[in-house]
């Protein structure tokens, strides 16, 4: 099974995962700590995706799919994965359902925006800046939130409305 956690910046989604892991020892796939750590190590795709961090534009999809294709790979096709910040547009759903067919749950955690921003100012994270970070929401409206149609559609979203981390993790629980 994929637990795929859908959510706008702030809200979470690496807490969460992590939480996941610990309860259910399952692996995580992050998108954007697998494109930190190219960034770090200075690598060819480091260098190409640093300026779509920096200004809070989504990497281009080729780039992020053969990542997480190369890193689903690596796992036994029986296992399960959670998944924090993939996909975040339509392409990238099509692009991972061609390499996973298993089942599939997402968990859309939807808290209010003053809240995300307040957290995100907090935390300083380099693209945690005042005017990337609006032009990360942005991006969040235009590409991702059209994900949450997407998954409704296909029956296998599940809406999650509390704040905490806690709370959120809770209600996940109910559902695994
Ligand atoms: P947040 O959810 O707070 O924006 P992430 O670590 O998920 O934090 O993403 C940080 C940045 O990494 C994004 O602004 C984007 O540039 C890039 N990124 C992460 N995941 C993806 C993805 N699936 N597709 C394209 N770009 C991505």
């Known amino acids: 099974m994929i637990i795929i956690l859908l959510g706008a910046p702030g809200s979470g989604k690496g807490t969460i995962a992590e939480l996941i892991q610990k309860k259910h020892q399952i692996p995580i796939i992050s998108s954007g700590e697998i494109l930190r750590a190219e960034m770090n190590k ?3 795709i480091g260098k190409k995706v640093s300026r779509f961090l920096l200004s809070g534009e989504l990497v281009p999809d080729e780039i992020i799919n053969s990542l997480i294709e190369n890193k689903i790979k690596q796992l036994r096709y029986e296992q399960s994965v959670i998944i924090d910040g993939y996909p975040r547009n339509q392409n990238q759903a099509i692009a991972l359902n061609k390499v996973w067919k298993s089942e599939l749950i997402v968990f859309y955690l939807d808290l209010p925006k003053k809240t995300l921003v307040d957290r995100l100012l907090h935390r300083g994270r380099v693209d945690d800046t005042e005017k990337i ?44």
């Open 42 to 44: 200075r690598t060819e």
């Open 133 to 176: 970070i609006e032009r990360r929401f942005e991006v969040y409206l235009n590409e991702t939130q059209p994900l949450i149609d997407y998954y409704t559609r296909t029956d296998v979203l599940i809406k999650i409305n509390e704040i905490s981390s806690m709370e959120i993790f809770k209600k996940i629980e109910t559902v695994l």
